[in-house]
């Protein structure tokens, strides 16, 4: 039972438009979200993160929006560059709760096209 | 500031041996927690340590893992005896507090044959 859910295992964006990548969650107590960017060989490295109380987080070219209603988070790269070409990862947790063990989507495998 | 780190990047072993992985987290970060990535499967929380305390074990798989984190600082993750699933990528992560992001280290690529 995936909780955690990034539908598009890939997707490829021209350099210098926007891209989007979409997530959705199914567990009401996750209050804590984030998103992370990972190399081949490497850790994921953490990019930007959300707490439910707010709707959107900003930080350079990173935006991240969170729809508590529906369930749903999305990260925005604009404008995108070859250096963004990686495995980007949602992953949420329910620190409120006691709980503050990530809970990781599958990742989507994002290409920048020059 | 030096990141997480992780020791070995890479182990090979047999079915039945005894590995121990080894994390040093960020200085300063009370919180670490283990993770591991299966092959083709997604990323997944084995446990998390507050200091010396284990806040969190829900994730370990089974009792042939056990994780210590003595002094706080420094922790191990050690598998005994290992088996052909414990294959994968083993990861170790810290943060400052809870609820906060959680950094990574370049992880521990463990093969059992």
């Known amino acids: 039972d995936q909780q955690v859910k990034q539908n598009s295992p890939s997707l490829s964006v021209q350099e210098g438009r926007i891209s989007i990548l979409n997530c959705d969650y199914t567990n009401s107590m996750f209050d804590y979200f984030l998103w992370y960017k990972k190399y081949p060989a490497e850790g994921p490295t953490f990019l930007i993160s959300i707490s439910s109380i707010k709707d959107k987080n900003e930080d350079g070219r990173f935006t991240v929006f969170l729809n508590k209603s529906a369930k749903h988070l999305s990260l925005h790269i604009v404008p995108s560059q070859p250096g963004d070409s990686a495995v980007y990862f949602c992953?949420?947790?329910?620190?409120?709760?006691?709980?503050?063990?990530?809970?990781f989507g599958k990742g989507t495998h994002l290409i920048i096209q020059p | 500031e030096a990141g997480v780190t992780q020791f070995p990047s890479h182990s090979v072993i047999e079915k039945g041996q005894t590995v121990t992985l080894r994390c040093d987290p960020i200085?300063?970060?009370?919180?670490l927690y283990w993770y591991r990535r299966v092959m083709g499967k997604e990323i997944k929380f084995l446990l998390h340590f507050v200091k010396e305390s284990k806040q969190d074990e829900s994730g370990m798989p089974n009792n042939r893992f056990l994780a210590e984190r003595t002094g706080g600082t420094y922790s191990t993750l050690k598998v005994q005896p290992a088996e052909l699933e414990d294959s994968g990528v083993y990861f170790c992560?810290?943060?400052?507090?809870?609820?906060?992001?959680?950094?990574f280290g370049p992880g521990t690529r463990l093969t059992v044959t």
């Open positions: 200085s300063g970060h009370d919180n």
């Open positions: 992953a949420a947790s329910a620190a409120g709760g006691g709980a503050d063990g990530l809970t």
């Open positions: 992560a810290s943060s400052q507090e809870r609820g906060t992001g959680k950094y």
